[in-house]
């Protein structure tokens, strides 16, 4: 959600070094937590290096381009026109080994939120975007020179009510994005490479609340597939929130749910400055070059306690899932949060999460984002990896990992080498400040 309407005498140096060095040692020992990956990048910031950086979204294409697109607060360098928060584009065309610098995508006179952007996997190259623009609409944007010029249009306007959160699917000439209206979710479709959209509500009679879409994507045979959070209108902190997976045959005319998983009701965080329900149960999607679809989610069993991270998959269009499965080695009782998934070629699914397996040398958990990939589907694992690493210079990221979330999501995608990028938002609290940290590996 927006955050509006939705940053330390040798001798001494030498005994803190000590000191931090075995409380690592003890931590790890202790919790039997995973080493950083060794086989990934150190984090490193990416986007503008003034302001504030959070949400950030991400995809791959088959030429070596990977992108980033992420909400500017503050402001955004050689552009005085542009206001808080602007949608930013951040793209290397060297398979993440270097970075162009950030600049905005539309300048507009209202605020842009809630990134969204993803590579057509039918030609590997057309880059769509989408974001809602100030509250009353949604953007979807397309490239077809690697990101460099991009057509625009308003695939909904609803001039009289707020809408949130749009998250964005394609393939092909079928493009979708979902927002929530109200109180229903609803879905945007265009047929013909994003020029027009007609809308259909995608939870009828869903009841009073707030319905969020969180993951989407479409298969070989064009199934869409959106999954989606049906939480109470009031008590979000009380109330349990179900999780869903909707798909559509034809094309997002008529939808069919299936509950996967009911959650309780996630722990507040007023502590970090939080809104109700930050920590809540989502859902994130994706589909394979088979055709299997892939969920990883967040969910708790005792109403404001922790939540753990769960996995499931379908081989039959959504038909029927597996039983979920606890993907997390953190003990019981860590709060996990956010997940992302992407996923490839067939049975190739990698999945990251944050949790606060670790605390800092006050004993208070701290946040860092975990990894693990599988090559058979989600039979089997691989063992744990940690993305996030220590940086010097931000009073929020501290030698055992980063004190909040900067957002409540982040992504992943799988480049044409075969490489696995990821890029999350890291802060203080849940205001500000924070930034956006990327990594790269296997």
């Given at each position: ?35 950083f ?7 490193t ?21 990977v ?18 928060p ?14 162009d ?10 605020g842009?939120?809630?990134?969204q952007?993803?590579v ?59 927002f ?30 707030w319905?969020?879409?969180a ?7 064009g ?6 959070a ?44 939080c809104?109700?329900?930050?920590l ?12 299997v ?57 990698r ?48 030698p055992?990992?980063f ?14 080498v ?7 938002g ?17």
């Amino acid at each position: 959600m927006p955050r509006s309407s939705c940053h330390f005498h040798i001798a001494a140096a030498a005994v803190r070094r000590a000191v931090i060095f075995l409380g690592w040692f003890f931590a790890l020992a202790i919790l039997a937590v995973p080493a950083f990956a060794a086989n990934f990048t150190p984090q490193t910031r990416l986007g503008f290096t003034t302001g504030d950086q959070w949400e950030p979204a991400m995809a791959a294409d088959t030429h070596g381009h990977v992108y980033i697109l992420f909400p500017q607060y503050g402001a955004v360098p050689q552009c005085s026109a542009c206001i808080m928060p602007t949608m930013a584009l951040v793209t290397s065309s060297d398979n993440g080994s270097s970075w162009d610098a950030p600049r905005p995508l539309l300048v507009s006179t209202t605020g842009q939120f809630d990134a969204q952007i993803k590579v057509d996997p039918e030609d590997g190259q057309t880059l769509y975007a989408s974001w809602m623009q100030g509250p009353h609409d949604i953007v979807v944007a397309r490239s077809q020179d690697f990101g460099r010029s991009w057509y625009f249009t308003v695939a909904e306007h609803s001039p009289d009510v707020d809408i949130d959160k749009p998250v964005l699917a394609v393939r092909g000439p079928n493009i979708y994005v979902s927002f929530n209206h109200d109180q229903t979710l609803s879905v945007a479709a265009s047929h013909d490479y994003a020029q027009n959209f007609s809308s259909t509500v995608l939870n009828p009679g869903a009841g009073p609340g707030w319905s969020l879409a969180a993951g989407a994507t479409v298969d070989l045979v064009g199934n869409v597939y959106f999954s989606w959070a049906a939480y109470a209108r009031t008590d979000l902190l009380t109330r349990p929130a179900e999780v869903f997976v909707s798909r559509s045959a034809d094309g997002g005319r008529t939808w069919s749910a299936t509950s996967l998983d009911v959650s309780s009701a996630a722990p507040g965080c007023p502590a970090q400055l939080c809104s109700p329900g930050f920590l809540g149960s989502q859902m994130a999607l994706a589909s394979d070059d088979a055709g299997v679809i892939y969920a990883l989610w967040n969910s708790g069993s005792i109403a404001g306690g922790p939540q753990r991270i769960y996995f499931s998959s379908s081989t039959n269009q959504g038909g029927s899932w597996s039983a979920k499965v606890d993907i997390s080695n953190a003990p019981n009782g860590v709060e996990h949060c956010f997940p992302a998934i992407t996923a490839g070629a067939a049975g190739d699914v990698r999945i990251a999460w944050m949790d606060t397996r670790k605390v800092d040398n006050d004993n208070h958990p701290v946040w860092n984002t975990f990894y693990r990939t599988s090559t058979n589907g989600g039979a089997i694992w691989s063992a744990e990896s940690q993305l996030s690493s220590p940086v010097h210079g931000y009073d929020y990221i501290l030698p055992m990992g980063f004190l909040f979330p900067f957002g409540n999501l982040f992504s992943m995608a799988i480049d044409n080498v075969g490489v696995t990028h990821v890029v999350w938002g890291e802060g203080r609290n849940y205001k500000s400040p924070g930034s956006i940290w990327y990594a790269r590996g296997r």
